[in-house]
């Protein structure tokens, strides 16, 4: 019996893979029909009886046939395949599977809070994945379909949010926050020297000066409030030299004092902390 050399849902055309539709809009029926609670039986004896054809006439559909279809990567773009399934249908399926074999992977607590938290692309914006099986391990990929240099895989992201604590622990200056302090700074020599010109005159204006002096009290309760960036800082000095002493990035650490992880094309990242400080992984 003749086999398929190219995926269902794809074919040849002057030398390139391209998407057959009407095998495509199959394809994305079975995603559909299988996360919305169908069994890999019943879906194939569904085709097989509509007599969908899967090659050359041939419109025995079995369960195994229906598995690897749920389980081919290609489908999201695997080797340089157009796609033809979104990636959140892809992952769920295979969620479900897992579910339903009870092997469903049970990810350390930092890995789980970053699968739904924090990182996103440097590029665009938008925020990346990690795809539980991709050819032999996970990887991180943006959701819009921006391309990284690197490999990023879970080992790469922990590495370089390392690289990063450290840097900080080795030199707790970098971490300073750069902030808008400066301009309420300004603000508080402003009105402290007007403070002074006032009450220096012969004549003073002691309702402008009383004014005033209300709203410098202001201006410095809200520049040194205890939860000010700089007060963070030193908390931030602690827990990263902490986090390099056990060698290990923790899910309390991810989610007390890290904003937001960026990846960038080059697979390094940078981190922004809670003070408003951003470091980056690479070597400056």
């Not at 509509?50 to 559909?61: A, I, P, R, S």
């Not at 986090?243 to 004092?257: D, M, T």
Request: with cysteine; proline share 2%; net charge neutral.
């Amino acid at each position: 019996m003749a086999n398929r050399m190219i995926s269902y849902g794809y074919g040849m055309q002057d030398g390139r893979i391209t998407v057959i539709d009407r095998e495509a809009e199959i394809v994305r029926r079975i995603f559909f029909e299988y996360i919305n609670g169908k069994l890999l039986d019943e879906i194939a004896t569904e085709l097989t009886e509509e007599k969908v054809d899967f090659y050359l006439g041939k419109c025995e559909w079995n369960k195994s046939r229906i598995k690897r279809i749920l389980e081919n990567e290609k489908y999201v773009g695997a080797d340089h395949y157009p796609q033809i399934v979104n990636d959140d249908d892809f992952i769920k399926a295979g969620e479900i599977k897992d579910d339903k074999g009870a092997k469903k992977l049970r990810f350390e607590e930092h890995i789980e809070y970053l699968r739904n938290n924090k990182v996103t692309c440097a590029q665009c914006g938008g925020h990346f994945k990690r795809i539980s099986k991709w050819r032999s391990r996970e990887k991180w990929m943006c959701r819009q379909g921006c391309k990284n240099s690197l490999y990023v895989d879970d080992g790469v992201l922990l590495s370089s949010l390392l690289t990063v604590a450290d840097k900080v622990a080795s030199n707790p200056e970098i971490v300073t926050p750069i902030t808008e302090d400066k301009a309420s700074s300004l603000e508080i020599r402003r009105c402290t020297s007007e403070v002074n010109r006032i009450f220096s005159d012969k004549a003073p204006n002691f309702a402008a000066g009383k004014k005033l002096i209300f709203h410098l009290a202001e201006v410095k309760f809200a520049l040194f409030d205890e939860k000010t960036p700089d007060a963070y800082t030193d908390m931030i000095v602690v827990d990263c030299e902490r986090v390099v002493a056990q060698g290990k990035v923790n899910r309390s650490f991810l989610e007390k004092y890290c904003d937001q992880i960026k990846v960038a094309y080059d697979g390094s990242l940078s981190v922004r902390f809670i003070n408003g400080a951003e470091l980056t992984s690479e070597e400056v």
